[in-house]
């Protein structure tokens, strides 16, 4: 399998090259190196045709470096059209009860389909990277994180290309993946929304207690800096959730214990009028009575 694919890569950079900026060059290409056995033949024809009529223009208006990865794509799509078709056949015939009779696992090949699929995903990265949909992963602390990117560099079994983000802790209390755009880009409006229910459902009935586990943390006689994280996530709760009075009135409970903790932990400073905020830079108090957020226009 290895020696076919380092032959499939080195056939497609050399037409990406060298190939004649002609659909019919491309179609020939196709139809040459990606032959299809019976009974399909007229199929692949078509999806072949309809693909080079499809994507040519596109792929000519590539700058050079950047077609080999769009070849890739293509022949993906191929792959997965012509699965796409057996699999009709094979689960459409009308003696497949006979055919398949004691075989109630036949279906265990189907995930072969997600190598091209993944490979397309991978390909539209190398072309444009603002194409596909990324996948995040979310651990917990660095050592899951370290883990996860370990397997990343080692792995040649799977395909493990997604950003690892970690999250610093249970109970979210690292809130950034709601406030940063580029991460809840990463999370499609399904999974942001069962975020946001298992926030409002778990995380913010906890955070008394979440508090306390937090304080306990902490010796005398340390910065009780370790508590900055606690009230960015503090902050962003209450932008998500600033419709409702009850949970905002939680969490701004929560926000006046840790800030009455912090005070009586923190050195005397003569010069310093008010009790330090912290917080990280730009995370100040929002205003919920007519401030729009980001999370104003999610739908859950």
């Not at 037409?15 to 299809?36: M, P, V």
């Not at 070849?71 to 009860?97: G, Q, Y």
């Not at 990277?129 to 990343?152: D, H, K, M, Y």
């Amino acid at each position: 399998m290895l020696i076919h694919e380092l032959a499939e890569r080195e056939t497609l950079q050399g037409f990406a090259e060298n190939g004649a900026d002609t659909a019919e060059a491309l179609r020939s290409f196709f139809q040459e190196h990606y032959s299809t056995p019976q009974p399909h033949i007229e199929y692949m024809d078509r999806v072949v045709d309809n693909m080079v009529q499809i994507t040519s223009g596109y792929y000519f208006s590539l700058p050079r470096d950047k077609r080999a990865s769009f070849l890739k794509c293509l022949a993906n799509v191929f792959k997965v059209a012509l699965a796409m078709k057996a699999w009709e056949t094979r689960l459409t015939a009308v003696d497949a009860t006979k055919q398949l009779s004691g075989k109630p696992l036949f279906f265990a090949s189907l995930p072969e389909m997600i190598q091209p699929l993944e490979s397309i995903q991978k390909g539209l990265q190398e072309i444009d990277a603002e194409l596909p949909i990324r996948r995040v992963l979310l651990v917990e602390g660095a050592s899951e994180s370290n883990f996860a990117q370990t397997i990343q560099m080692n792995s040649t079994v799977m395909n493990f290309d997604f950003s690892v983000y970690v999250y610093s802790g249970k109970g979210g209390r690292d809130a950034s993946v709601l406030e940063s755009d580029s991460l809840r880009g990463m999370l499609k409006s399904a999974e942001f929304a069962e975020l946001r229910r298992r926030l409002r459902t778990t995380t913010i009935p906890r955070l008394e207690a979440l508090r306390r586990e937090q304080e306990s943390n902490h010796s005398y006689g340390e910065d009780p800096d370790h508590m900055s994280p606690f009230l960015d996530a503090l902050s962003a709760f209450e932008k998500l959730f600033r419709q409702s009075r009850g949970l905002v009135k939680k969490i701004r409970h929560t926000r006046k214990r840790v800030r009455e903790w912090i005070s009586q932990r923190e050195p005397a400073d003569p010069d310093s009028r008010t009790p330090r905020e912290l917080s990280r830079p730009g995370t100040s108090l929002p205003d919920t009575s007519s401030e729009r957020s980001i999370f104003d226009d999610v739908d859950v």
